[in-house]
């Protein structure tokens, strides 16, 4: 009989094996939680809208049941409903003021299913991506769903984007530089003296190697900023954009799974690629965004976004984070703290698996190795949790933080 390692693919099960990852927090969390009772378990593990969406998501929500249209569950053009493409394409082209029409909007199953479509439709095998450490870890597996290779390329010290090591990690084989502002798990938003240094960049890279180079912006974080940051599309600083977001986290719809590609109207034979984004879409299975939910978008795009309660979980998270002795270091924009693990001399420096570990196991704390991200030595906690948690949690960070440094000095 086969073993296991042998029933699956080289590729899942090399995914399986690399990293616990964050689901399987999220998961021991839960079981924490019935173990335990959810008061006692301190779970910052996974990005998940914790609040309600907003009322008027919900009332257009139960406008569209009580008065529902033939096609409301139908299939309908793989693109997505045209009605709901041109409510897109109206809000991006008063925001972006630049021609942008249904014909350049293609739905999609969340920023996930868009990043996978919009891979598939652009990159071959060998074909290099290059991303942002610290970046999102799924990204490693969608690009190697198409069998492209991720290219890293190390932010600076603030998880700012540092553009000389970016320059070196852009060659003849580059198709796409993928960029996540603000980011996961960073918090860090590149702001318009960047991004028109990137477009520079891109544009000239092209020239030199004469290829085609697209910037894929992951703009899922888009409207949850702070402190007066501003989130510019990069459509305005390089033709070649192709723009992928959700309403996951803005209208805590994440498990609807809706959102859309933008093609900008200045990108290289922009219908033909839309074309191969429809085409990807019924290849991957996809079919079409959910058809409800495109609907639900149409009515309530482009409406302002309160994002009261996540600056307040940061704010207060950030007290008590600095009272218990950690360096935080506030976030402009996403829902993440990104920190430095605190020294402890009884493991290796800046172990921050080992740190998680004893985060989970002594207090039941449950926080993300920044490894998995692709920078060791941090750890990642969401705040788009209920303020009770955070709330509760005061006194047990500063017990683990006291309990980490006393078990160095121990040593």
Known sequence: ?????????????????????????????????????????????????????????????????????????????????????????????????LPVEAKHIVMSI???????????????????????????????????????????????????????????????????????SPNNPTGAVYDDLTLRKVGELLRRKQQEFGTTIFLIADDIYQHIVYDGAIVTPVSKFYDNSLIITSFSKDLALAGERIGYIYVSPACVDNQRIVEGLVFATRALGYVNAPSLFQLLIAKVIGLPIDIKLLATNRTNLAQILTQAGVDVRLPHGAFYFFLPVPTNSAVAK????????????????????????????????????????ISRSEDVWCKAIQAWHAQGCAT
């Open 1 to 97: 009989m086969k073993t296991p390692t042998q029933i699956l693919s080289s590729q899942v099960n090399a995914g399986l094996t690399s990293s616990a990852g964050i689901r399987k927090l999220f998961e021991q969390g839960i079981a924490l939680k019935h173990r335990y009772g959810a008061e006692h378990v301190y779970d910052f593990s996974l990005g998940n809208p914790y609040f309600a969406p907003p009322q008027f998501v919900q009332h257009a929500l139960q406008e569209l049941i009580a008065n529902p249209s033939d096609d409301m569950h139908l299939y309908m053009p793989n693109a997505g409903h045209l009605s709901t493409r041109q409510a897109v394409a109206s809000h991006l082209a008063t925001r972006d003021n």
């Open 350 to 389: 800046n172990n921050d698996a080992e740190f998680c570990r004893f985060l989970q196991e002594e207090f039941r704390i449950l926080a993300v190795p920044g490894s998995l991200f692709g920078c060791s030595g941090y750890f990642r906690l969401s705040y788009s949790v209920p303020t009770a948690v």
């Open 110 to 180: 969340g920023a996930a299913g868009g990043l996978n479509v919009a891979l598939k439709t652009i990159i071959n095998p060998d074909d290099e991506v290059v991303i942002i450490a610290p970046y999102f870890i799924e990204y490693l597996n969608f690009i190697k769903n198409y069998q492209g290779i991720a290219k890293i390329s190390k932010s600076n010290d603030d998880f700012n984007l540092n553009l000389d090591a970016l320059e070196q990690a852009i060659t003849p084989r580059t198709k796409a530089l993928l960029l996540n």
